[in-house]
């Protein structure tokens, strides 16, 4: 896969990494310092709030200040008043609290909360937002004690609490718990850890998130490691001294989403093991979020990292193949070949596919024996034909036309209808149930709904693996035309057209620069590959551009059966959509 405009990618993201690498400046932040006065430590417990002080700075200058005692609708305890100094008198005019804060929220609008201890103050504002239902905007928040338990030693200081650090950083505001003095005081609190953390590196917001996260400090040793990757669309790989891949992820953004493998935010215990032996992260930059989602599987398939779960073993997937003999059967394979058999698949266990092969022949009575049988075959029955679960060719029983015309229905249902199969159930279904075997009834229920989910499957993939090449693009918000080319299910090529670009040689481009794909009956690419492109093909607004071959689905699929429901169809067939009709 290629664009064949590198140079303008290349120039486009880089100018995005440019502005992104940085981060945000601490100097260039506004940050909303907010303390508040409360009767009691819980608002779910019923305390309410009496008093907001707000102060709003930006690199180092007061911005504005808010102010407001709350009237509380309820007697302020005694304690509190003497600590407060905040009393009944003072609060009997003041705005309620349906009032203040909304003014408040208006006031810190677009800033980063600040507070002491910030989970007991924010705690209050968000729950009475709930109460209030006002939307609460989406508050970056940083909390100066926590900040301070970092930066702060006990030599200096005996605790972090705000009189304590107010005197360690000489804030010109003495605390006396009331809202905007203890605001102003954390204001200076905030500034003189500002100062520290500068000696340590500390320039961004997103620099002081990370410092502030319960990270070990082996982990977050490692940050450098995303410092040489984009701001870009691709896929990332982890590997170890000796170049060895340890796992592979994908991203719309590689240096944000590596930078949080060292942050609080990974917390999965594999992943902070293949950090702990990680050297060095790869990336690929991509055209696109599927380019980078197929070139994520091939890199796990071909790699098999440790640390990936999904989609290591492609290879592993069966198939059912209604082999080309003279006296066809159903075989469990590995993979599709160019044979001139039929393929039903694939499925994900061998469990699955001999789940469905059991329905198949329930409903068709094909031979289950392995050995190959010639056209006039002479043996002795097994044990299946004297139960009439076989038609029995091997004994010359079974004449030719009603063994073909078995197989004839076999393969319809593979890449046709499977109405027939869905028929056999329901009867036997019905006959289980009459009976009250409903356990067996319900095995029989869930072969055929997984039959035809494997139909399904096979015929969606088969509509543009059949296609020797199909192009689409679709608009994506921020990117611009993307643009891939498909052929027999492979993504071979992928792009964004450059503004100002003439789209049909952009696009005659890509085509010639793809990938070649031998033209085969067989997929070209792993069932998990085709199925993303499909998603994005489906994807509303993609438009098709060129087609070789026809992408199409039979008109009475497993498809149809497969989007009402296999399971509620062999309920009730009438919820079994109509036909389609080709005029």
């Known amino acids: 896969m290629s664009n064949p405009t590198p140079t303008l990618e290349r120039s486009r993201w880089s100018t995005q990494m440019s502005l992104d690498e940085v981060g945000r400046p601490l100097r ?15 608002a779910q417990a019923g305390s309410m709030i009496t008093e907001i002080g707000a102060v709003k700075v930006r690199g180092g200058e007061v911005l504005g200040e808010f102010q407001t005692l709350v009237n509380p609708r309820a007697s302020i305890p005694s304690f509190i008043a003497v600590l407060t100094g905040i ?9 309620t609290i349906d009032l203040a804060l909304p003014s408040f929220l208006e006031f810190a609008r677009g800033s980063v909360l600040v507070a002491h201890n910030a989970p007991f103050d ?40 705000l009189s304590s650090l ?23 609190v905030l500034h003189g850890l500002f100062a520290r953390l500068g000696n340590l590196g500390v320039h961004t917001l997103e620099d002081l998130s990370d410092i502030t996260a319960k990270v070990a400090p082996a982990q977050r040793r490692k940050r450098h490691l995303a410092a040489h990757l984009p701001n870009a669309p691709g896929v990332y790989l982890f590997k170890d001294a000796s170049d060895r891949v340890l796992y ?52 796990i398939a071909a790699h098999k990292p440790p640390y990936n779960k999904r989609s290591k073993y492609p290879e592993k997937a069966r198939w059912l193949k209604l082999t080309n003999e003279p006296w066809p059967r159903l075989s469990l394979v590995n993979a599709v070949r160019e044979d001139g058999g039929d393929y039903l698949g694939p499925f994900r266990s061998r469990r699955a596919a001999e789940v469905v092969a059991r329905a198949l022949h329930e409903t068709f009575l094909l031979r289950q024996c392995t050995q190959r049988l010639p056209q006039q075959p002479k043996a002795t029955p097994c044990v299946l034909a004297e139960l009439s679960q076989c038609l029995s060719p091997c004994d010359g029983s079974a004449s030719s036309v009603a063994y073909a015309e078995a197989v ?60 020797a090449e199909l192009v689409a693009a679709r608009r994506e918000p921020g990117i611009g035309w993307v643009v891939h080319v498909v052929r027999r299910g492979r993504l071979s090529a992928a792009g964004v057209i450059p503004p100002g670009a003439e789209a049909q040689t952009y696009v005659a481009s890509l085509r010639a620069s793809a990938e070649t794909v031998i033209s085969s009956s067989a997929p070209a690419a792993s069932a998990e590959e085709t199925e993303r492109i499909l998603t994005w093909l489906e994807t509303p607004g993609t438009r098709v551009v060129h087609v070789e071959g026809e992408w199409s689905y039979p008109i009475n699929s497993a498809i149809r059966i497969a989007a009402a429901g296999a399971i509620e169809c062999l309920r009730n067939p009438a919820t079994v959509p109509p036909q389609a009709h080709v005029e």
């Not at 260039?28 to 819980?42: I, Q």
């Not at 107010?166 to 200076?188: G, I, K, M, Q």
């Open 28 to 42: 260039e932040v506004t940050f909303c310092v907010v303390d508040l006065e409360t009767t009691g430590g819980s």
């Open 87 to 95: 009393s009944d008198s003072m609060v009997a005019q003041a705005p």
């Open 122 to 161: 924010v705690g209050f504002l968000r729950h009475f937002a709930g109460q209030l239902d006002l939307v609460w905007p989406r508050f970056e928040v940083v909390d100066t004690a926590r900040l301070a338990r970092r930066v702060v030693t006990r030599d200096e200081t005996p605790n972090c609490k």
């Open 166 to 188: 107010a005197r360690l950083f000489n804030a010109t505001t003495v605390p006396n718990h009331r809202a905007l003095s203890d605001a102003r005081a954390t204001v200076d």
């Open 248 to 299: 592979v992820g994908t991203s719309k953004d590689l240096r944000t989403r590596v930078r949080s493998y060292f942050t609080k935010s990974e917390t999965r215990s594999r992943i902070g093991e293949m950090i702990a032996v990680a050297h060095s992260v790869e990336g690929i930059v991509c055209a696109s979020a599927l380019e980078a989602s197929v070139r994520e599987l091939r890199l």
């Open 408 to 467: 004839r229905g076999a393969r319809q249902a593979f890449i046709g209808s499977p109405s027939v199969v869905l028929d056999t159930a329901r009867a036997r279904l019905d006959r289980l149930a009459a009976q009250q075997r409903f356990e067996e009834a319900t095995r029989q229920r869930d072969r055929a709904s997984l039959f035809v989910t494997a139909a399904s499957r096979t015929q969606r993939l088969a509509g543009v693996v059949t296609c």
